[in-house]
């Protein structure tokens, strides 16, 4: 199973930019979906997440802001990010609880960072 995310990249601030993620490989079914994010020095932090009946959640700080959303068919979950701050400047990564063909169980699989740079 991978994850392949991509959508970052520099923005000025209150720009908007759109995130993508889709999980690819042997797949038998996809729980919660979620991006994160760490900036220089930060831990890293949970930005927004979406269960596979569409029930999200947000981190206090993007409320408002940015929207997440996901298309079952194609494995795939979106953040779209508007009225960016600099202090979103951080790589973004997704993230999936992923149930394999092979495996009764649910495994955590993260994608590869995306960065998203804000300029004031």
Not at 68 to 96: F, G, H
């Amino acid at each position: 199973v991978q994850l392949q995310a991509s959508g970052g990249g520099l923005v000025q601030a209150g720009g908007s930019l759109r995130l993508s993620c889709v999980a690819s490989g042997s797949i038998a079914s996809i729980n919660r979906m979620g991006w994160y994010r760490q900036a220089p020095g930060n831990q890293r932090e949970l930005v927004a997440d979406i269960s596979n009946g569409g029930a999200s959640n947000y981190a206090d700080s993007v409320k408002g802001r940015f929207a997440i959303s996901r298309d079952n068919a194609k494995n795939a979950v979106y953040l779209q990010m508007n009225s960016l701050k600099p202090e979103n400047t951080a790589i973004y990564s997704c993230n999936a609880d992923v149930r394999p063909f092979q495996s009764r169980l649910f495994h955590a699989y993260w994608g590869q960072g995306t960065q998203v740079t804000v300029s004031s």
